[in-house]
């Protein structure tokens, strides 16, 4: 069963740092773009960062630019997103999700992490 | 950047129709060929529901369809069911200057009556 797991959320304080990660199983994971995306409470869906199979390409979020950072571990089987300089603004559900080329589109998603920044 | 534009909210009875829109301002029609839509129950992870437009990932019901009209996307649920209510939301991409962006809109919440 293809399946991502993340973890590492909780409660941070302004301009503090926090590292998520996502644990993947089921499937060739060096095969595939990986992504993350967050939900704020309330609010919708907003994509964040992503990585290209080997690591060697990586996009962010004008948002999250020059604080987050995204990396993979392929031997792992996991993803990270390393976020430092945290904001209020970033409090929100973190989701990694999976490119899934054939169909253009995230096939599988994880349950999520919350990430809570606050004093 | 372009905005995708969803109505915040649509309802229905069991058994009917109901279509949610999205909206985009892009200029590239193009890439309303790959819009995407999620179902997303709270608390739980989104779920593919519609990619590239219209098509339907395996196990998906047949109840959900998705259309495209200009700059217009489009998904439609038949037969609305009690388990169908939950939040959707559109997704497609956009060039920048450097790599293909990628946009979900706002969000809809169906409420099944």
């Known amino acids: 069963e293809v399946q991502l797991v993340e973890s590492g959320g909780g409660l941070v304080q302004p301009g503090g740092s926090l590292r998520l990660s996502c644990a993947a199983s089921?499937?060739?994971?060096?095969?595939?773009?990986m992504h993350w995306v967050r939900q704020a409470p309330g609010k919708g869906l907003v994509w964040v960062s992503r990585?290209?199979?080997?690591?060697?390409?990586?996009n962010y979020a004008d948002s999250v630019k020059g604080r987050f950072t995204i990396s993979r571990d392929n031997g792992k089987n996991t993803l990270y997103l390393q976020m430092n300089s945290l904001r209020a603004e970033d409090t929100a559900v973190y989701y990694c999700?999976?490119?899934?080329?054939?169909?253009?589109?995230?096939?599988?998603w994880g349950q999520g992490t919350l990430v809570t920044v606050s004093s | 950047q372009s905005v995708l534009t969803q109505p915040a909210s649509v309802s229905g009875s069991p058994g009917q129709p109901i279509t949610i829109s999205c909206t985009g301002t892009?200029?590239?029609?193009?890439?309303?060929?790959?819009v995407s839509w999620f179902q997303h129950h709270p608390g739980k992870a989104p779920k593919l529901m519609i990619y590239?437009?219209?098509k339907r990932p395996s196990g998906v019901s047949n109840r959900f369809s998705g259309s495209k009209s200009g700059n217009t996307a489009s998904l439609t649920i038949s037969g609305l069911q009690a388990e169908d209510e939950a939040d959707y939301y559109c997704?497609?991409?956009?060039?920048?200057?450097?790599?293909?962006?990628?946009?979900f809109g706002g969000g809809t919440k169906l409420t099944v009556l």
């Open positions: 590239e437009g219209s």
């Open positions: 997704c497609s991409y956009e060039r920048n200057s450097t790599f293909w962006y990628v946009l």
């Open positions: 999700t999976r490119f899934y080329g054939w169909y253009e589109s995230f096939d599988t």
């Open positions: 892009s200029s590239d029609a193009g890439t309303y060929n790959l």
């Open positions: 990585v290209n199979g080997d690591g060697s390409s990586i």
């Open positions: 089921g499937f060739t994971f060096s095969a595939y773009w």
